[in-house]
Antibody
């Protein structure tokens, strides 16, 4: 069965960096676009970034553009999110999400991880 | 940017009742809309895509309808496990959510 397991969250000071990882299993990881979606405590969902199956195309929400980088290692079935210059407003649970289509991404999210909490605080 | 507005924010119903959730888009999005269910401690679940297609394994009591700017998710008869928060989504845009709670 499809599994997405995020790791790397924690408490970090404003302005510092953090890298999230997502270990994927149960499907051909290299065939699917992948996304990060976040949810601030008690709030709704916010799409963060998408990366195509082969890593050729990536797009970001305006709120993170220039600070976050999405990447993948298809040989390790792992998705990453490098987060730099973190701000208090980046505090959220970050979900690793599989796109329902192979290519191009459909922006329908058919499998979600349980999420990892990132808290940005001094 | 498309803005999705969900209503009501909270729906208080009893098991067995019919739930009708609304999602309105700020401009026409054709049928490019999905619905998700979020329950505490569980992974989010895709219910409906392309406005009216049920995702794999989703019970028939969940029905999506609409096109253009007005969309509806209907749960024909609420089961205890259906009390949750529901989100509509179009590409990178999510609605604010509707919480379906037990009356």
């Amino acid at each position: 069965q499809v599994q997405l397991v995020e790791s790397g969250g924690g408490v970090v000071q404003p302005g510092r960096s953090l890298r999230l990882s997502c270990a994927a299993s149960g499907f051909i990881f290299s065939s699917y676009g992948m996304h990060w979606v976040r949810q601030a405590p008690g709030k709704g969902l916010e799409w963060v970034a998408v990366l195509w199956y082969d890593g050729t195309n990536k797009y970001y929400a305006d709120s993170v553009k220039g600070r976050f980088t999405i990447s993948r290692d298809n040989s390790k079935n792992t998705l990453y999110l490098q987060m730099n210059s973190l701000r208090a407003e980046d505090t959220a649970v970050y979900y690793c999400v599989r796109d329902a289509a192979r290519t191009p991404p459909s922006y329908y999210f058919d499998y979600w991880g349980q999420g990892t909490l990132v808290t940005v605080s001094s | 940017e498309v803005v999705l507005t969900q209503s009501p924010a909270t729906l208080s119903l009893s098991p067995g009742e019919r739930a009708t959730l609304s999602c309105r888009a700020s401009q026409s999005i054709s049928s490019y809309l999905a619905w998700y269910q979020q329950k505490p401690g569980q992974a989010l679940r895709l219910l409906i895509y392309d406005a009216s297609n049920r995702a794999t394994g989703i019970p028939a009591r969940f029905t999506g309808s609409g096109s253009g700017t007005d969309f509806t998710l209907t749960i024909s008869s609420l089961e205890p496990e259906d009390f949750a928060v529901y989100y509509c989504q179009q590409r990178s845009n999510f609605g604010g959510g509707t919480k379906v709670e037990i009356k």
